[in-house]
């Protein structure tokens, strides 16, 4: 990772200005602070170079500025940093703004190919870009507070940090905290691997359970089958005897109704008797009509005889008449007394003649049908007479009639019983096939059970094929997570940077202290057990009697800070991951004597031929003296310009 240029405008104190940063080897900033004379180079604005780098990467100064407080007072806006920075072969730009008259106060990403093309990489927000800026940078903005760039106001207190934030510096700046990630996921995987494991152990365990419950439910339709089949036996055995003894019974009834006469027969006869009886049905209806004809003829003669006998009678009475009449001739007239003449009669004779006349004709015709009605009763009864002879005894018909009937009730029931013997055979016969034909509703339900038993088998072998795999997974990452936890590989890596920061710290302090003072880190301490646990911390000892890093001089704990930050930095410039060339000491030689500022410079020299770019803030007059490159911040009138002496 180098940085390669940093351009300003508006920020702090500064107006413009553009520095390059790449294998730059030692440069110190110096300021000149015009406006105020008694100020010398303080206020000039020489911080703001540090400051406004690190604020472009993280949106906030080393000592904790941010928002408004990094525009320039007299511009009231348009404040830019843009840093370009080179890694891995790839060209970034980012560019932060703050009360700027387009970008407002946007954080910008973009990357720049060989031939000029720009691609933008800046997401929706701010803090989205941020995350993808600090995975370019490959640090936190605390790993870079406290290695790249070094303040005297901001310089961390590495000796006197805590185990939690030192462990974090310290394997942030290694990039052994990708292993912690690493180790988590590992940790992870395992828990996963034996949620897995366990899952399937389940799993199986709910098998071999179903297995069991399915083989006791075949035991079950076992015995009920069994059962089932037994009754099934039992009835086809009562079946075949009752097929053997209704054919018995048939072929009997058969035999005995081939004797008795056939219905057709039964019927012809009782046909032949009914006709009898109808013909004597006819015989008595026409002795009925005669009778009837009889009592209207008896009933005609009997008035046709009256008849005849009345007029006989007034023939009688009319001949008395007449008589009478003649009698009267020559009789004295009851009425008058003179004797009754012949011709006085003659009309009344006459008339009774007449009469007479009348009364005879009258009787011949009342005779004649007298005589016809006579004669008809004669032929009535001579008819009636010869009806009576046809007439039989129906009795005997009647009978014989009823016997005929009895024998076809018999012959009747006796079909009847032969019909129902033989459709119960037929039943019989056809329960019989099916029967034989018959299978339990639990043969399929065994076939199934025992078929399922037999998947499930399957099942569970392949199961217990991969519950032995599953368990392989869980020893291959309880392994990783060994190979990644603090007893694993995290703590060779750390045996490794303990190692060189203690030998870088003591590289530095030999020089800043003559080796009166030393600085140990610490990462892994034993416990009772013999466990390794972790424990972050400098141990500081001073060989003139201070014991510890707070019992030493301000100016010796000052020291202490400078060197163990730039044994972190070297640390940082070493790492595999995203190594950062870079380093900004910003008045680390405050109060210093000649002797001590040379000692730093030369460690400052050591240190830029080795990381390549190392810039010192400094407002020493004699650092000029140590360092050959010069970067002059000028204030005049509000406005801060950087010149690069150097280039």
Not at 41 to 53: D, V, Y
Not at 200 to 211: G, L, M, P, Y
Not at 559 to 587: H, M, N, T, W, Y
Not at 601 to 619: C, M, N, P, W, Y
């Amino acid at each position: 990772m180098k940085f390669l240029s940093v351009e300003l405008k508006n920020f702090r104190a500064i107006s413009t200005a553009m520095i390059a940063l790449a294998d730059r080897g030692l440069v110190a900033i110096r300021g000149d602070n015009q406006d105020d004379s008694s100020a010398t180079s303080n206020g000039a604005g020489k911080s703001s170079i540090g400051e406004a780098i690190c604020w472009c990467c993280y949106g906030v100064t080393p000592n904790g500025a941010g928002g408004d407080e990094v525009v320039r007072r007299h511009s009231k806006g348009g404040t830019s940093v843009v840093l370009t920075v080179e890694d891995n072969g790839h060209t970034y730009v980012i560019e932060r703004y703050r009360k700027h008259s387009i970008y407002k106060n946007q954080l910008r990403l973009l990357e720049r190919a060989d031939d000029g093309t720009i691609t933008d990489m800046t997401l929706g927000t701010n803090a989205l870009t941020q995350i993808e800026v600090e995975k370019i940078l490959g640090c936190s903005f605390d790993v870079f507070a406290a290695s790249i760039y070094a303040a005297q106001e901001a310089m961390p207190d590495l000796p006197g940090m805590t185990d939690k934030n030192l462990k974090i510096l310290i394997e942030e700046a290694s990039g052994s905290n990708i292993l912690q990630g690493a180790y988590e996921d590992a940790r992870l995987r395992l828990k996963l691997a034996n949620d897995a494991l366990n899952e399937h152990r389940s799993i199986i365990e709910r098998v071999s359970e179903t297995i069991v419950h399915k083989e006791n439910m075949a035991d079950s339709y076992i015995k009920a089958l069994t059962s089932w089949n037994l009754a099934k036996n039992e009835e086809i055995d009562e079946n075949k005897r009752l097929i053997e003894i209704t054919a018995e019974q048939v072929a009997d009834l058969a035999k005995d109704i081939s004797g008795l006469p056939t219905k057709k027969e039964l019927h012809e006869k009782s046909r032949l008797l009914n006709d009898k009886i109808l013909v004597n049905a006819e015989t008595e209806k026409d002795l009925r009509a005669i009778d009837s004809k009889i009592l209207q003829n008896n009933t005609e003669c009997a008035r046709a005889e009256y008849a005849w006998k009345m007029l006989l009678a007034e023939r009688k009475a009319n001949a008395k008449s007449i008589a009478e009449a003649d009698g009267q001739i020559g009789q004295d007239c009851p009425h008058c007394g003179r004797p009754i003449t012949e011709d006085e009669i003659a009309e009344t004779k006459s008339s009774l003649l007449e009469r007479k006349s009348k009364i005879d004709k009258a009787i011949t015709e009342a005779r004649a049908k007298l005589d016809s009605a006579l004669e008809s009763s004669e032929k009535l009864t001579d008819e009636r007479l010869q009806k009576e002879r046809d007439l039989v005894d129906v009795s005997a018909i009647f009978a014989e009639k009823t016997s005929i009937e009895r024998e076809l009730a018999e012959l009747t029931n006796y079909l009847n019983n032969f019909e129902d013997l033989k459709i119960k055979l037929k039943n019989a016969e056809k329960r019989r096939d099916e029967l034989s034909k018959l299978r339990s509703p639990l043969e399929e339900s065994l076939e199934q059970v025992t078929k399922s038993i037999d998947e499930l088998g399957s099942k569970l072998n392949e199961l217990k094929k991969e519950e032995v795999t599953l368990s392989n997974n869980v020893n291959i990452a309880d392994s990783v997570v060994k190979v990644f936890s603090p007893a694993g590989v995290r703590a060779y890596i750390l045996d490794d940077v303990t190692p060189f920061l203690n030998d870088r710290t003591a590289k530095y302090l030999s020089v800043l202290t003559d080796g009166a003072i030393t600085a140990e880190w610490s990462t892994l301490t034993k416990s009772a057990k013999g466990e390794l646990k972790e424990n972050f911390s400098i141990t500081v000892n001073h060989k003139h009697g201070a014991s510890s890093f707070k019992s030493i001089s301000g100016g010796e704990k000052r020291r202490v800070r400078i060197a163990c930050a730039l044994a972190l930095q070297d640390l940082i410039a070493r790492r595999a991951v995203k190594p950062i060339e870079l380093f900004f000491g910003d008045e680390i030689d405050d109060a210093l004597d000649d002797a001590g500022l040379e000692r730093l410079t030369q460690v400052l020299q050591d240190k830029a031929k080795e990381r390549g770019s190392v810039f010192i803030i400094s407002h020493n007059p004699g650092i000029k003296d140590w360092i050959d490159q010069t970067i002059t911040v000028t204030k005049h009138n509000g406005g801060s310009l950087v010149k690069d002496e150097s280039t």
